[in-house]
Structures are given as C-alpha cells and as structure tokens.
Nanobody, 120 residues
Framework: VQLQAFGGGLVQAGGSLRLSCAPS??????ISWFRQAPGEQREFVAG????????IYEDSVKGRFTISRDKAKRVTYLQMNNLKAEDTAVYYC????????????????WGQGTKVTVSS
C-alpha cells in the first residue's frame, strides 16, 4: 500500500510541526522518517517498531523530535519541536518488515514526501 506523508509547511525557527504518515504500520514492521535536503543524501531521522513502539533517533534531532504511532488509525507521526534552519528538507516516511534500519536502501515502501521549510 502506498504510504502518504503530509503535514509539512513553512515555519519559523523555534517553531513546531507534526508530520503524519498513513496508512502505515503492520505487525512486525518498522516505520521510519527520512529527510533529504537539496544536494544532500537522504538521511535517517527517526524510526519506530509497530509492535512495541521501540524508537531510534538520529543524534541531531534527539530531544526535539518525537516519533509515535496510533495503531487504531494506522498513522505514524513525527512531532518536530524547536525547529532549526538545518531541518529544512523533504521528509519521507518508509516502512519495512522487521527491525528499524537507518539505511534508506533497507526500506522498500516509501511515501511521496512532504516539504518542511524552516526560516531563520
């Protein structure tokens, strides 16, 4: 099933956004958020296991971003607080069977991306 990511937009530095990814999540799946800035490689941001809610974060977003899932709605969220200019990127959600991986090549199902722009 094609994932859809939404919730991006323009926000000032220090502000917040919440991204959503749906329909996401199946038993024994991991859902992750990646981002890609212009001219940069796609990088891992955060991931969560659907069954247990185990999470992993990239170091630069720890303490600012929170990934969560709503099993009933089959939605995965990325709450982004205290946004910085360097968070500007297109954000993608992706899913895979098994555990959380930080390499984008380990994921076989991707959403279309949602753009986040943080003005300084």
């Amino acid at each position: 099933v094609q994932l859809q990511a939404f919730g991006g937009g323009l926000v000032q530095a220090g502000g917040s956004l919440r991204l959503s990814c749906a329909p996401s999540g199946r038993t024994n799946y991991a859902i992750s958020w990646f981002r890609q800035a212009p001219g940069e490689q796609r990088e891992f941001v955060a991931g969560i296991t659907w069954n247990w809610g185990t999470t992993i974060y990239e170091d630069s977003v720890k303490g600012r971003f929170t990934i969560s899932r709503d099993k009933a709605k089959r939605v995965t969220y990325l709450q982004m607080n205290n946004l910085k200019a360097e968070d500007t990127a297109v954000y993608y959600c992706a899913s895979r069977s098994g555990d959380i991986r930080t390499k984008s090549s380990d994921y076989n199902n991707w959403g279309q991306g949602t753009k986040v722009t943080v003005s300084s």
